[in-house]
């Protein structure tokens, strides 16, 4: 079955950047989009950036100018380049894989992963 692991979450202080990673595998035909979300304690989960299978990327207003997503050549991993944090930013940060396609089953779904811990120290 398909699996998404993130990695690269830890404390900064305000101002600072983290990369975080994300690496999907598994049987997979094709991922129609990855996206990296986050969810903070009392908060609903919320969408930061995604990166569809076109390359195409959309940010959330309150990280764009400072997140950056992407992608590796073998399109399996995407990073979230995250610079200028600030404490609000301070989350549990989750990746997706939306619409996998997996190559044996055929059968359609959203993939999450456990997600990375990000805190913002004031």
């Known amino acids: 079955q398909v699996q998404v692991v993130e990695s690269g979450g830890g404390l900064v202080q305000a101002g600072g950047s983290l990369r975080l990673s994300c690496v999907s595998s598994?049987?997979?035909?094709?991922?129609?989009?990855m996206g990296w979300y986050r969810q903070a304690p009392g908060n609903q989960r919320e969408l930061v950036a995604e990166?569809?299978?076109?390359?195409?990327?959309n940010y959330a207003d309150f990280v764009k100018g400072r997140f950056t997503i992407s992608r590796d050549s073998n399109e399996n991993t995407v990073f979230l380049q995250m610079n200028g944090l600030k404490p609000e930013d301070t989350a549990v940060y989750l990746c997706?894989?939306?619409?996998?396609?997996?190559?044996?089953?055929?059968?359609?779904?959203?993939?999450w992963g456990r997600g990375t811990q990000v805190t913002v120290s004031s």
């Open positions: 598994g049987s997979i035909f094709s991922i129609n989009r």
């Open positions: 990166i569809t299978e076109d390359g195409v990327t």
């Open positions: 997706a894989a939306v619409g996998v396609r997996d190559s044996h089953s055929w059968y359609l779904d959203d993939v």
